[in-house]
């Protein structure tokens, strides 16, 4: 029987770590509101960006650009796989998730030459020393993730794909679903889906274009990956607090089971002690 | 005429104004409404917009322009409103800029030459961007 002093210091001992993770959770679904929004305020860009593109897509020869060029090898050939992973841990399956999404992907693509480009601290401790070249780590990230972030990221992916050292580029990462939903997406970065020609009205105006229509589609192209790398590093992070909200919010139900389980027992102890004493009492009054 | 001023990382403005000018990579440009239809690239520099006799200026950092008659799409890389420069930011960002010029200076390296250049160009035009909105 563990003594009463013990299981009080038991029962206080997990009411502590109650209120850690019920802070945790508090946290986290703040964080998660405003990393919402901030999927939600990438939108616009690339729904104007994709708007502009489509309006000159009809004057410039898409296939020639090198973001677009389907190679023969994106099916089969050397692919560089972005994984995003969280710097922090106590979010649930998050992290493993992402690893089994890459494992998963190995396994649908054997005899694939794989890089990996690991963001996130997670991400790089599971998957940094399983013999795949690592062509670049990014970790510890901002707490508010920008454009800059993306442009990180992207940078390498774009330089290898340009200069053939892949043929391919995937991004492996979490999708915000809902609070008690992720869902895992691998989506071909690279390269490009072909922008649709717009075939309405808006593509038959006649527009003025300073630099040229080339040279305007060239500066796009990239920033429309940037901004795709920069919505999916939002959208993992937004899962990332979603994730740790859910995670914390069964951590402090376990508790709270917890210390009602030992609360039950220290009570049944004290009334076994309090039961003891006064047989001992009494049966010492009967001896006399 | 219909502004949309967007930012990979969000929204900027979405408004109804009356005139703006945007920083054009081969020179400034004011759009009125009726514009012919024009596509143009944008370097950093300070654009203004005015909604009738209020002008609001704002940071842009290279990005497009889509020019159509009654709308125009401003689709930046960096951009900022007067109001949401930090100032402070913008100072160390320029001392530090203008260190790392003495730096190259010495040293001749041209690729810091450029970064130092743009780092500084993006701190200064910050900073005047946010003085004609306090002038106003």
């Not at chain 1, 502590?16 to 993770?21: E, L």
């Not at chain 1, 992070?237 to 919010?249: G, N």
């Not at chain 2, 020019?67 to 960002?93: F, G, S």
Request: with cysteine; proline share 4%; hydrophobic share 45%.
């Amino acid at each position: 029987m563990p003594s009463l002093i013990d299981m009080r210091r038991r029962i206080r001992a997990v009411k502590n770590t109650q209120q850690i993770t019920k802070a945790m959770k508090m946290v986290a679904a703040s964080k998660l509101r405003r990393a919402q929004e901030r999927v939600v305020a990438t939108r616009p860009f690339a729904k104007q960006a994709k708007h502009v593109l489509a309006s000159i897509s009809a004057r410039v020869d898409q296939t020639k650009h090198p973001l677009l060029v389907q190679r023969d090898g994106v099916k089969t050939g050397k692919t560089m796989l972005i994984v995003l992973s969280s710097d922090r841990g106590l979010c649930g399956s998050f992290n493993t998730n992402i690893v089994k999404a890459v494992g998963q992907f190995l396994r649908d693509n054997p005899g694939r030459e794989v890089s990996l480009g690991l963001v996130g601290k997670k991400g790089r401790e599971a998957l940094g020393r399983r013999g795949f070249p690592i062509r670049f780590e990014y970790t510890a990230l901002p707490k508010v993730i920008g454009f800059a972030e993306a442009e990180a990221v992207a940078a390498p992916a774009i330089e290898d794909f340009i200069n053939g050292k892949v043929d391919s580029v995937h991004l492996v990462y979490n999708e915000f679903k809902s609070v008690i939903a992720q869902k895992l997406v691998v989506e071909q970065l690279l390269p490009m889906a072909p922008i649709e020609v717009e075939k309405d009205a808006a593509a038959g105006i006649e527009y003025l274009y300073e630099p040229s229509p080339q040279q305007i589609f060239d500066e796009l192209l990239p920033r429309l990956v940037e901004a795709q790398v920069l919505r999916a590093l939002l959208e993992s992070s937004a899962a990332e607090h979603a994730a740790r909200m859910t995670a914390m919010d069964a951590a402090t139900r376990n508790s709270a089971e917890m210390i009602e389980g030992l609360t039950l027992t220290m009570n049944k102890v004290r009334q076994a002690a309090i039961t003891r004493e006064i047989i001992e009492v009494v049966s010492g009054a009967q001896a006399q | 005429m219909r502004l949309e001023f967007v930012t990979p990382e969000r929204l900027i403005a979405h408004e109804e104004v009356d005139e703006l000018q945007l920083p054009g990579e081969e020179g400034s440009l004011g759009v009125l409404p009726g514009h012919t239809p024009m596509l143009v690239a944008l370097k950093v520099g300070e654009m203004w917009y005015r909604k009738g006799s209020e002008k609001f200026f704002g940071y842009v950092g290279f990005g497009f322009a889509e020019i159509l008659p009654d709308r125009v799409t401003i689709l930046a890389r960096i951009a900022e409103k007067a109001d949401d420069i930090d100032l402070q930011r913008a100072e160390a960002a320029k001392r530090r800029a203008e260190e790392q010029l003495a730096e190259v200076k010495r040293s001749g390296n041209e690729a810091d030459y450029e970064r130092a250049r743009l780092a500084l160009l993006r701190a200064i035009t910050r900073l005047q961007v946010s003085q004609h909105a306090r002038r106003r």
